[in-house]
């Protein structure tokens, strides 16, 4: 085996975190988000994806904190540092519920949220290889649902998810996949983790 030679004092410019290897794993943040309280101060290039995550889904939060919305971004970062959501289709309803409760709370309305949800939406609709032909999202602040469908065409036959009474929504987020093979489709209301 052959050594590796480390020049001096290159051991500064690794993170303790990432020195410490396999024995303080458990104590590593989510690998995603990152740590260094100065990468708030300025957006740099690695905290990017995840401003656009934000203000390309909703452009409308820039009109909450004019003019380019960092005070926004730094309370969610923070947020997102301390509870890591999934960078899966629920992402964007991880937003939506760090909105509802930030201090941004009372400005925020029904648009906002629905931007939000449209786009984890569509994220599931990109990612999902089940059988399930479409979905339906549900908030507990609007009586709006929003259903999304993949692109395979949903059979005529059926009642229209579309038009039905769905149960009121047990959890502030909701959703249900849907399968469009006669009926509804729906069958309950999943939480959202």
Same mark, same amino acid.
Request: hydrophobic share 45%.
């Given at each position: 085996?052959?050594?590796?030679?480390?020049?001096?004092?290159?051991?500064?410019?690794?993170?303790?975190?990432?020195?410490? !290897?396999?024995?303080?794993?458990?104590?590593?943040?989510?690998?995603?988000?990152?740590?260094?309280?100065?990468?708030?101060?300025?957006?740099?290039?690695?905290?990017?994806?995840?401003?656009?995550?934000?203000?390309?889904?909703?452009?409308?939060?820039?009109?909450?904190?004019?003019?380019?919305?960092?005070?926004?971004?730094? !309370?969610?970062?923070?947020?997102?540092?301390?509870?890591?959501?999934?960078?899966?289709?629920?992402?964007?309803?991880?937003?939506?519920?760090?909105?509802? !409760?930030?201090?941004?709370?009372?400005?925020?309305?029904?648009?906002?949220?629905?931007?939000?949800?449209?786009?984890?939406?569509?994220?599931?609709?990109?990612?999902?290889?089940?059988?399930?032909?479409?979905?339906?999202?549900?908030?507990?602040?609007?009586?709006?649902?929003?259903?999304?469908?993949?692109?395979?065409?949903?059979?005529?036959?059926?009642?229209?998810?579309?038009?039905?009474?769905?149960?009121?929504?047990?959890?502030?987020?909701?959703?249900?996949?849907?399968?469009?093979?006669?009926?509804?489709?729906?069958?309950?209301?999943?939480?959202?983790?």
């Amino acid at each position: 085996m052959r050594a590796l030679a480390v020049p001096s004092g290159a051991s500064r410019l690794v993170s303790k975190a990432a020195r410490l !290897g396999k024995k303080g794993d458990f104590l590593l943040p989510f690998p995603d988000y990152p740590s260094n309280a100065r990468s708030f101060v300025h957006l740099d290039a690695r905290l990017l994806p995840y401003w656009h995550t934000l203000f390309d889904v909703c452009p409308a939060l820039l009109k909450l904190d004019p003019p380019d919305g960092l005070n926004i971004f730094r !309370g969610f970062m923070t947020w997102a540092y301390r509870n890591h959501p999934p960078l899966n289709w629920t992402y964007y309803l991880s937003v939506c519920r760090w909105l509802l !409760g930030s201090q941004y709370q009372a400005r925020i309305n029904e648009a906002h949220i629905e931007s939000f949800m449209s786009a984890a939406a569509a994220r599931w609709i990109n990612t999902d290889d089940s059988l399930a032909r479409g979905l339906v999202l549900a908030w507990q602040g609007s009586a709006q649902m929003l259903f999304d469908w993949k692109v395979a065409p949903r059979p005529a036959l059926g009642l229209d998810p579309e038009q039905e009474e769905f149960p009121p929504v047990p959890w502030d987020f909701a959703w249900c996949p849907l399968t469009g093979k006669g009926g509804t489709g729906f069958r309950r209301w999943l939480p959202i983790p």
